[in-house]
């Protein structure tokens, strides 16, 4: 599942790629069921269900189908930084552009390619649970601003219809794909214009030494998850050299030892 030559060239061009359709028809009714009583009812659920990651979403934590890009853009040592899910109603809007040009020197956001690798800084990826059309008003991209190194021009900021710039794209995919693309990527999504919802969930990925968010997912959710999935929101660190030898903070490292659940200090 090692990204073709293909992917490379896409998301190197563009700034994103789709892998359409990697989730089957049972998990996407159970992860909506989800999020719809997340949204609605979260009475209904049980604690640990009531965010995302938890409960039927969290097998989109390390998804085989999205990890291997993750793995290879950022490298394997890797973090989630946040996850949240949309419910996104016709009309409705996030915000406005934002992203692209000098955030690529950035440490965090920062994308460039060397000796034939890419080497993102945050990794951004969105599980669509609703079919998705060019002129849905899904997330839109400036291609090519993650290797812009000017800022951001303001005649490429709109997303009002006939002002919008010529750069600007968007997708359309089947339910149950995942869009990957840098974070160093202009994007914003304009108001949606179905009549039924939008559902997603968007989860951002980064190299285990950096942090950018502060983490947001109730503890309650966190510690539901088995151990292996946890270990994806451990602490941001590499080394620790108060051991000797020094402590490195690999993934089986947290899987097999009995420190308790994943640190969530900074979780509500």
């Not at 983490?215 to 108060?242: N, S």
Request: aromatic content about 8%; charged content about 25%.
């Amino acid at each position: 599942m090692a990204m073709t030559d293909e992917e490379r060239f896409r998301f190197d061009l563009a700034g994103f790629l789709i892998r359409p359709a990697i989730l089957a028809s049972d998990e996407i009714d159970a992860i909506i069921d989800q999020i719809d009583r997340i949204i609605h009812d979260p009475e209904s659920l049980p604690p640990a269900h009531r965010a995302v990651p938890g409960g039927p979403s969290s097998l989109l934590i390390d998804h085989p189908k999205v990890i291997d890009v993750i793995h290879e853009v950022i490298g394997p040592d890797v973090r989630i930084e946040s996850s949240f899910c949309i419910w996104r109603n016709k009309g409705e809007s996030p915000g406005p552009l934002h992203g692209g040009g000098p955030i690529q020197a950035d440490p965090i956001f920062g994308y460039r390619v060397k000796d034939g690798r890419i080497h993102a800084g945050m990794v951004r990826v969105v599980f669509e649970l609703t079919e998705i059309g060019k002129e849905d008003g899904a997330t839109h991209f400036i291609v090519g601003s993650h290797k812009a190194n000017f800022p951001m021009h303001p005649d490429h900021m709109s997303l009002e219809p006939g002002q919008r710039s010529e750069f600007l794209r968007s997708f359309e995919c089947p339910a149950g794909s995942a869009v990957i693309f840098t974070e160093s990527l202009c994007h914003a999504g304009p108001p949606w214009q179905r009549d039924t919802p939008r559902i997603a969930v968007f989860n951002a990925y980064s190299h285990l030494a950096t942090n950018w968010h502060r983490l947001t997912v109730p503890r309650e959710v966190l510690a539901g998850l088995p151990r292996e999935k946890q270990a994806y929101f451990r602490e941001p660190w590499i080394a620790d050299f108060r051991t000797s030898p020094f402590t490195q903070n690999t993934m089986d490292r947290f899987v097999n030892n009995d420190e308790g659940p994943v640190n969530t200090d900074n979780s509500p």
